[in-house]
């Protein structure tokens, strides 16, 4: 029988799957920890893992994602960047988590023509409860 929810997806196949091996790799090049699994079921979170990764993306405050960081700021452009997406998609799934209330657009300290993306509050403690 499959699992009709994520939360019942995670009991039934990822944590026994972590439990073994200690981590899961969960989709190409994403890798969760059993506690990040495990998190991310408690928090009943519905995002997806593009949306996930846009989070962390966005969060990104040191060189993450293989390049050295000389920006303080993040943009649209520097998501689809750090993920090697295109910009359109970095820009649609961005402003879904707008819309969910994850990330804000402010603008730029460095150039007021420019908007930069922010974590929320909320989107700031569902990335630091899944990176734990």
Same mark, same amino acid.
Request: hydrophobic letters at 35%; zero cysteines; aromatic letters at 0%.
């Given at each position: 029988m499959f699992a009709t929810n994520f939360t019942d997806f995670v009991e039934e196949f990822l944590m026994p799957m972590a439990n073994r091996v200690g981590m899961m790799v969960v989709d190409e090049g994403d890798i969760l920890t059993a506690g990040g699994i495990l998190a991310w079921a408690d928090l009943g979170l519905t995002l997806d893992l593009a949306q996930l990764d846009v989070l962390m993306a966005v969060r990104a405050p040191e060189a993450e994602f293989g390049t050295p960081c000389d920006q303080t700021e993040t943009m649209v452009s520097t998501v689809a &960047? =750090?993920? /090697? %997406? *295109?910009? +359109? =998609?970095? +820009? !649609? $799934?961005? &402003? *879904?988590? %707008? !819309?969910? /209330?994850? $990330? !804000? =657009?402010? $603008?730029s300290q460095q150039d007021a023509r420019r908007s930069v993306l922010e974590l929320t509050e909320e989107g700031a403690r569902l990335v630091s409860a899944v990176r734990t």
């Open positions: &960047s =750090r993920l /090697g %997406i *295109d910009p +359109s =998609r970095a +820009s !649609r $799934v961005t &402003s *879904d988590l %707008i !819309r969910q /209330g994850l $990330v !804000r =657009r402010a $603008v």
